[in-house]
């Protein structure tokens, strides 16, 4: 595998449609910790309700800590489902495809280096300071 981006053969068109992927790969990413920190989240709130049951139950009102017990604990976030199922199908099934998806372009269009773009920007903008430092010193 190549490593130094110059050495890839991708035509502008390639490099813009691999930069964009990784992009939207990012976002998908960013995306699932946002999920994750939705799970924690609402894992936190369970654990307050269920306390509420409890005090509930302390201040004599059965009928509603039985409610909170038996409808809303036990029921899931979406469509029944708990938040970790909602983590796990997205994890398993989206993520997995679409990483999946992007080391396959990657792969075929760049060598499987990751973030050409990036790399091309830095060694341009370093030999840009080099060039300029080299003048300022004549």
Known sequence: MSTDPDDLELSDAEEQALHELQLG???VHRAYGTLLEFHHDLGHAMDRMSDAEAALRD???????DELRDEHLPAGAISDQWTFELVEEFSTEFLTSVDGFEDDVRD???????HVT???QKRRLRERAESERAESEK
Do not use: F, P, S
């Open 59 to 65: 201040a004599g009102h059965d009928e509603w800590a």
């Open 108 to 114: 075929e269009l760049a060598d499987g280096v990751d």
């Open 25 to 27: 790969i990012e976002y």
């Open 118 to 120: 990036e790399r091309r």
